[in-house]
C-alpha cells in the first residue's frame, strides 16, 4: 500500500518557527505585525495571515487601532470575516477582564494615585465609546467591586449619582474612585468633567460617601483631579 501523502502546508514552516520564537522570548522582540500575524493562526489556518496583518495594520494606523477598530469596519477589510473579526475584538475585552480578576484575586489597594491610574488605565482598554466607572473601596482603600456606571450612553448626572451610590452602598464601600475615558481625546478634564464631579462629591456626601478621585483616561495616558493642585481642593 501506498505511503498517504500529507497535505501540502506551504505556511507550516514559518507558523511552526513563530510559535517557537513566541515560546522562547514571548512577544516583547516582536514587530506588531507578527504579533498580529501570530493571533491571526488561530481563526486563519490555511492561509498566509503575514500580509493581513500588514494590510490590517495600514488601514487602522497601528496596532491598537486594529483592535479599536469596529466589528464592522474590521469585516470591511478583504480577508477578514466573522471569526478573525471576533477574535480581534476579543482581546482587549479579554485583557480587562484578567486585569479585574486579578483584583479579585490580589485584593488590590489603591492608595496612591500611581496605583488607582494604572489600574483604571487597564479597564479601558479597547474602549471606543465613553464609560463611566465607579471603583468601591471599604476604609483601607482596598477596591469591594468595580462597576461601569455607563456605557456610551448620554445619561443624566442624577441618574448617574444613583447607581454610583447603589453600586457603593451594595459593595459596601465607603469611597469610591470615579473614572471615565476620552476615547479620541487626552487625558485632561473639560470644564463639564469639573462640575459633573463637583456635583458628585455634593450629592455622594449624603450617602456618607466619599470620592476620592476622578480620573480621566485616553489609551495609557491618565490624569488624576485629586492629584492636580488646581483640582485637590474639591476632594478635601
Known amino acids: ?8 502546508a506551504p505556511h507550516g514552516g514559518h507558523r511552526a ?4 520564537r513566541f515560546k522562547a522570548e514571548g512577544l516583547s522582540g516582536f514587530a ?3 504579533a498580529l500575524e501570530l493571533l491571526l493562526f488561530y481563526s486563519i489556518p490555511q492561509r498566509d495571515t503575514n500580509e493581513l496583518a500588514h494590510k490590517l495594520i495600514a488601514e487602522f494606523g497601528s496596532l491598537s487601532g486594529v483592535f479599536d477598530a469596529s466589528l464592522d469596519a474590521l469585516m470591511h477589510v478583504d480577508g477578514v470575516g ?8 476579543m482581546m482587549p475585552e479579554l485583557f480587562a477582564k484578567y486585569e479585574q480578576d486579578k483584583v479579585k484575586k490580589n485584593a488590590l489597594i489603591l492608595n496612591s494615585a500611581q496605583a488607582a491610574g494604572e489600574y483604571l488605565a487597564s479597564l479601558f482598554v479597547g474602549k471606543t465609546k465613553e464609560n463611566l466607572i465607579a471603583v468601591c473601596m471599604n476604609h483601607k482603600c482596598k477596591v469591594t467591586n468595580t462597576v461601569t456606571i455607563t456605557e456610551g450612553t448620554g445619561d443624566s448626572t442624577e441618574l448617574n449619582l444613583r447607581k454610583i451610590a447603589e453600586a457603593a ?3 459596601n464601600a465607603s469611597s469610591v474612585i ?14 463639564a468633567d469639573v462640575e459633573l464631579t463637583r456635583h458628585m462629591i455634593l450629592c455622594l ?14 489609551g495609557k495616558d491618565w490624569f488624576s483631579m485629586a492629584a492636580s493642585k488646581r483640582f485637590s481642593a474639591m476632594f478635601e
Open 1 to 8: 500500500m501506498a505511503e498517504q501523502q500529507k497535505p501540502f
Open 178 to 191: 470615579l473614572a471615565h475615558n476620552h476615547p479620541a481625546g487626552v487625558a485632561v478634564p473639560s470644564a
Open 205 to 218: 456626601k449624603n450617602f456618607d460617601i466619599t470620592v476620592q478621585d476622578h480620573f480621566i483616561i485616553a
Open 32 to 34: 506588531d505585525h507578527n
Open 169 to 171: 452602598i451594595n459593595s
Open 82 to 89: 466573522e471569526t478573525t473579526a471576533v477574535l480581534i475584538k
Open 17 to 20: 518557527r513563530l510559535r517557537a
